[in-house]
């Protein structure tokens, strides 16, 4: 008998043997992993890169950030020493989780998983990355701070990258009442500028390391693109950021993907230990400054959403400000929208961190990246051309980064925020149900079936008709047998008592 639908719910199967109708259905149960359900509030995975292994001189912050609180904002802080701009949970103004300051110093987080070595109290990673950017100037000031917290200890040992404008870069690996620190001008600790972390410290235990599939791809992204003086800030965004490549090697490139893996249909894939997954909420990359220019040139790219369905936005402290789409009254819109599309793009049950790559690219010119990957092209270009012009007069332009700022923001909402429109996405009709076969004496094999009314995201869908196919009992391959408008047929009553498996599907 064949299998359930590739593409689940493209069709109804009917097995006929002797005449007898058996109807078939399928059912995918899939489980979360015992290490994720452990972990499953924080795994991110984050880099540090110096800035002579970029290819503009700038040196790099980046981190995905994997967590279960989906209502993410970009915000605009003025509350210390130095002004900043940070991603931050909706309405937390408590805790930030990845921003730069007025004078340059930038600082990101994963948590470290692979040390028992703790004290008993709320997670105090977002409140240090808080206090840093308030307060901190130089990567060596932040190590004053860890050095007067580790004394009470870290409730939440957590690996923090920092730069600032000097040059600095580096990443640290806390613990209860301890820290290392690993510097990217240091060949002792890295040859190429390059430190990347997922949820161990290197010198935690070898049990309990979380992410070691996204510390290896990424850290292999990011030092052939060193390697290849091509490492920038949209290439981090475009291609670091958004990997599907799982842990079980699993390559779903080019997309859609046309196999199957792990008992899902035709197209859908697990990215449980991917750079890029359900939990990836949010990202940013941080572009700092050369030695020689103005701190307030930083620039934070960010993902005010669902990393895989949204664009990177540019947003500066000289702003003062962050645009209302990313900073909401109650939720942020922007991320509201990727949320909604994440939705689509995985839409059935019990299909735990798992997503239908036709969702992202259908195979006919559609698809959400079609409309991301564009979008992003144009943001990346009228960011740099600005960035440009203001690094040659040598300082921010205050009211041009506010006005880009916003118009970017602006513009992505309204590309996204009703995806997909019309001739968007190729969606296929739901699955065909109600599916019968009986014998009409003297006339035939007649088959009747349930109109489809939705596609498979439920929206109304006037299918152009249904086919109706035979597999052969021996191979399985699959034969069309009649097409019809109606929703019934009648085929001639097969000659032999051969078990076949017959097939139903509407077409577009």
Known sequence: ??????????????????????????????????????????????????????????????????????????????????????????????????????????????????????????????TIIKLA????????????????????????????GVIDAEGGASMFETFAHSYIRYDCNDTSDTRTGVLVRSNFSYAGTQTGRIGVYRHNRAQTFIENAVAGDSLTAKFICRTVARDLHNENGLNPYPLPYQGTSGGLPRGWISTYGAVCRRLSVSACVIEGVQTNEDPMLSTLWAFPMAVQYGVALPFWVASRTTPPEVNGDSTAPLCDVGLRIKT????????????DTYMLVDGHGGGVLAATYPLEDRIFQRADSALAVWRTAGHPDSAGMTTLSAQLATMAYDSLHDWPRPGQLWVQPRAVAGLTAYNVPDVGLRFRWDAVTQDTLGFPISPAGYTLWRSDANTGHLDSITTTTATQVVIPVPTDSTRGTYVVKARR
């Open 344 to 355: 689509l793009a995985q839409h059935q049950p019990g299909f735990h961190d798992t997503l």
């Open 1 to 126: 008998m064949l299998p359930f639908d590739t593409r689940f719910g493209l069709m109804a199967i009917l097995a006929v043997a002797c005449l007898t109708a058996v109807l078939v259905c399928g059912d995918i149960q899939l489980t979360t992993p015992a290490e994720e359900q452990l972990v499953d509030n924080g795994q991110c995975t984050t880099a540090v890169i110096a800035g002579f292994a970029t290819a503009n001189g700038r040196p790099l912050l980046w981190k995905n950030r994997d967590v279960s609180q989906p209502d993410q904002e970009i915000v605009y802080f003025n509350d210390g020493t130095y002004p900043y701009v940070t991603i931050a949970n909706a309405h937390d103004n408590t805790q930030a989780w990845g921003g730069v300051n007025s004078v340059g110093f930038a600082i990101e987080d994963a948590n470290n998983w692979n040390t028992q070595d703790t004290v008993p109290g709320s997670d105090d990673d977002g």
């Open 133 to 160: 950017l308030r307060t901190c100037a130089t990567v060596n000031q932040f190590q004053t701070i860890l050095d007067s917290t580790r004394i009470h200890g870290h409730t939440q040992p957590a690996i923090f």
